[in-house]
């Protein structure tokens, strides 16, 4: 308490652009309050009943007056939607560069995985002046990611991935809320994001608990489900060979074709029957339930990481 | 008792005594004041659970209460706020009171349906108080999923049968107003003599008959999920959570314009009675009304930018967001226009009707903001969208109600209220809003979310400036209830006209007799043609 602050920190990249946003909003706002409540005061003052037997001339037609403040709020309202469209554009459009982080929300808790391999819960420790892409989903009912100084919010849905992302440009401590109400301890759903200098952040990355990286540990949980037994390497299994397929295009058994980004892998480990690869049988039991969304995560990471490599990953280990 | 103390002759309100005439009058006038009791029960009680909202946040551990308390009370405020208070509160009282009259007619087409759509929505309304006594539900009043379907452990199911119930009230009485204004109008009552109010109900019936049956489609949806395990929303079920959302706002939007248009009919009654003039534009005022109702079925995604809903999708309902705004500037614009060379008068309904224009211009321009993508991604579910929708469902509806009721009161009770009291009430409220409900819209902008019972301390002092602002809004509100009460023996009688107003309701005694007029009217001029109130006229201007 004594405080009394009134505008939010700027810390990314999006946070200027947002509010010279509002700038603009919030002048055309002002102009036209002060125009209402101007011409109202003025009007009451000076147009107040005299006499209660007063009878004000009628004005007929105004056809000039209605186009005039029909079109002129519609013009200003389209600069409104432009350009808010365009920043809603470009926040959904992560660059190809980006420092990607796993995010999995449940009541009420933030779990937060780098591709190295650290885990964080309620805390995530991102490098200033890079691009960050979330990958998320939720456990359990919806949550939101929202983080003010960012300017950036994206709901986090059970049952799908959703993405964002943001590049920090100060460092600092950040609020990270849960936005969408989520149960009791909604309001303890709360975190914080720590954005550091490169250096720091290295030096960060390095010390303490560091995992295997997420390919590896997504490699493990391969091995421990068993799933190289069917997506062999040389595609002599039963089911098509994983290697590559990350970010191609998919024929499929149906006659259309699918992009396998992160959502088709998802799908295809817990509703593997919702499509099937052209040439293969609807062999594959479901995964829902015997991985945890972390896990699937983690076998997505591993997918992707194949892409890159030549074939016969699964034999390493 | 009323009735004693007014004159002799019969009335409405003396025509028949007893408990049995009032529950079984088909009589609109006498159902008009039934949803009045009936709504001012909820509005109190919604209110009630707003004051421990309030007071919650003076200190930002949340000490009062737990937070499965604070959960429940922003819950069940926004339930009888909304579906119990604010959707009834102009169409079923006032609407129901002064349409038939102000078209000239005896009643409404189906009087016995009217009398049932009271019922209807004292029955949702005992399921919903029933759900708030055995324990409360906690989803808060959108019942989003898979929340509400699974995790919530709490009375879902009571409440959203409550809701659905008290729906049908809202489609059986949109669809009694239609009929009747396509049936009853008196002799030389063409469309374009309608007074605006009537037109503005015709919009809002329209958006009751076709919206909210989608709502009654959602709630069965959400019951076949929660009680039998049917996966509609729930992706665990194989379900779509996003769906639920399209679902409830493709009504909950457009129920928006079921609580702001009726507010914006009173508006332009006030508007033109205190200024001595016809609306200025009728044509375009009648009109937006019309395309606020169908446009307002276009934009519900704009509930949905940061939900996962695609982007170009966002696009489009933002671009539409716009259109419908439009309509909303038009009134305001033609309002202000009224007033210029009128002959006005500071009598307590127009100091509302000024509360209204100001505080729904403000509510008007921080509907910009919203609709705008990039502020929406920053905005939504903070304090900004709470500061916002209060400016329209408060700042607007409840100032608009206010002021229809004070105009109306008269012809209602055959009482005049006492006039002093009547406008320091309308400026304490206007006063108390602003210092509830503009620090909130700072607390969005800083980040700070809503439905939030624990909170960072940096935002106390906004919060602590909101909870003033809540307890003189709260005086604000007692004080009508307590004169209007007064009035009902001590108030001066009304004569039949007190405001010089031109509407046909205006031309019958106060209170009017059972068949609302002695003989049936004949319509011979323009609405608000004030040369035929007034015999002797001195020009100004």
Not at chain 2, 476 to 497: D, E
Request: glycine share 8%; proline share 5%; net charge neutral.
């Amino acid at each position: 308490m004594g405080r009394l602050p009134l505008f939010p920190e700027q810390a990314s990249t999006f946070a200027p652009d947002v509010d010279h946003l509002l700038y603009y909003l919030l002048a055309v706002s002002v102009f036209f309050t002060v125009l209402i409540f101007g011409a109202i005061f003025y009007f009451a003052i000076r147009y107040r009943r005299r006499s209660d037997q007063e009878l004000p001339h009628v004005q007929h037609g105004g056809m000039v007056l209605e186009i005039l403040w029909t079109v002129i709020p519609f013009g200003l309202t389209m600069v409104m939607f432009t350009w808010g469209a365009k920043i809603y554009f470009d926040e959904s459009r992560p660059p190809v560069d980006a420092v990607q982080i796993n995010v999995v929300a449940k009541q009420w808790m933030w779990k937060l995985q780098h591709m190295e391999g650290k885990r964080e819960i309620n805390e995530l420790h991102i490098p200033l002046g890079r691009a960050i892409r979330l990958t998320m989903t939720s456990e359990d009912v919806i949550h939101s990611f929202f983080v003010p100084a960012f300017r950036t919010k994206q709901d986090v849905v059970p049952g799908k991935y959703s993405t964002t992302w943001f590049q920090p440009t100060k460092a600092g401590k950040y609020h990270l809320f849960c936005a969408e109400y989520c149960g009791t301890k909604h309001s303890g759903m709360i975190g914080w994001i720590y954005v550091m200098e490169p250096q720091d952040y290295a030096n960060w990355m390095r010390g303490g608990a560091t995992g295997a990286s997420l390919a590896d540990e997504g490699a493990k949980l391969f091995q421990d489900l068993a799933c190289g037994n069917c997506h062999k390497a040389d595609n002599s299994g039963r089911c098509p060979s994983l290697v590559g397929v990350f970010g191609s295009t998919v024929k499929l058994s149906s006659g259309g074709t699918v992009k396998a980004d992160e959502a088709y892998i998802r799908e295809s480990i817990l509703q593997p029957n919702a499509k099937i690869v052209f040439g293969y049988q609807p062999v594959m039991p479901t995964f829902q339930g015997l991985v945890t969304e972390e896990g699937v995560l983690q076998l997505v990471e591993y997918i992707k990481s194949l892409g890159a490599k030549p074939a016969a990953a699964e034999g390493a280990h | 008792m009323i009735t004693a103390a007014v004159q002799e002759r019969e009335h409405y309100l003396n025509a028949s005594y007893g408990i049995k005439s009032w529950l079984l009058t088909k009589d609109h006038k006498r159902i008009g004041l039934l949803y009045l009791a009936t709504i001012t029960l909820f509005f109190f009680l919604g209110g009630a659970f707003a004051t421990l909202i309030r007071v919650e946040p003076l200190t930002p551990q949340g000490g009062l209460v737990s937070s499965e308390t604070y959960n429940k009370l922003f819950t069940m405020h926004g339930v009888a706020m909304i579906f119990f208070f604010l959707i009834p509160s102009i169409p079923a009282t006032l609407g129901n009171f002064f349409l038939p009259m102000m078209i000239g007619a005896r009643d409404l087409a189906f009087p016995r349906i009217n009398l049932l759509s009271w019922y209807l929505l004292v029955v949702g309304g005992l399921f919903a108080l029933f759900a708030m006594l055995a324990g409360g539900v906690d989803t808060g009043w959108t019942f989003y999923t898979p929340y509400s379907t699974t995790y919530s452990n709490s009375w879902v199911i009571a409440t959203a049968l409550g809701i659905f119930v008290a729906g049908f009230s809202s489609i059986l009485t949109g669809l009694n107003f239609i009929v009747t204004i396509h049936r009853m109008r008196a002799p030389g009552m063409t469309w374009f003599r309608l007074p605006l109010f009537v037109w503005s109900m015709y919009g809002t019936s329209l958006i009751q008959v076709l919206g909210t049956p989608v709502l009654a489609v959602t709630i069965v949806l959400l019951f076949c999920e929660r009680v039998f395990q049917i996966g509609i929303f729930n992706p665990a079920l194989g379900g779509d959570p996003v769906l639920f959302q399209h679902l409830f706002w493709f009504y909950s939007h457009p129920a928006v314009y079921i609580m702001i248009l009726p507010a914006m009919g009173v508006i332009s009654e006030l508007v033109s009675t205190f200024s001595r003039k016809p609306v200025f534009g009728y044509k375009f005022v009648a009109f937006s009304s019309m395309a606020i109702a169908v446009l307002g079925f276009l934009v519900w995604g704009h509930h949905l930018f940061v939900s996962t809903q695609s982007v170009y999708a966002g696009m489009v309902f933002s671009f539409l967001s716009y259109f419908v705004a439009i309509p909303s500037a038009i009134k305001v614009f033609n309002w202000t226009a009224t007033l210029y060379k009128g002959s006005i008068s500071y009598a307590t309904p127009m100091l509302y009707a000024f509360g209204f224009i100001g505080l729904f211009t403000i509510g008007g321009l921080t509907g910009l903001f919203v609709a705008s993508l990039g502020i929406d991604v920053h905005v939504t579910d903070t304090y900004f969208v709470v500061a916002h929708f209060h400016y329209i469902m408060v700042g607007g509806t409840i100032m608009a109600y206010l002021g229809g009721v004070h105009y109306w009161w008269p012809k209602m009770t055959g009482r005049m209220y006492p006039e002093i009291w009547a406008r320091l009430s309308a400026l304490i409220i206007f006063l108390g809003f602003n210092l509830t409900f503009f620090p909130q819209f700072i607390l969005g902008y800083m980040g700070m979310p809503r439905r939030y019972h624990v909170y960072p301390p940096e935002f106390q002092v906004l919060h602590v400036l909101s909870t003033a602002g809540a307890s003189v809004l709260a005086v604000g509100y007692a004080m009508p209830m307590v004169y209007f009460i007064w009035s009902l023996r001590y108030g001066k009688l009304a004569p039949a006209n007190p405001w010089g107003a031109t509407g046909l309701e205006w031309k019958t005694a106060s209170p009017p007799p059972l068949q609302n007029f002695d003989e049936t009217p004949v319509m011979t001029h323009e609405a608000y043609d004030y040369s035929t109130v007034i015999e002797e006229v001195i020009e100004v201007g």
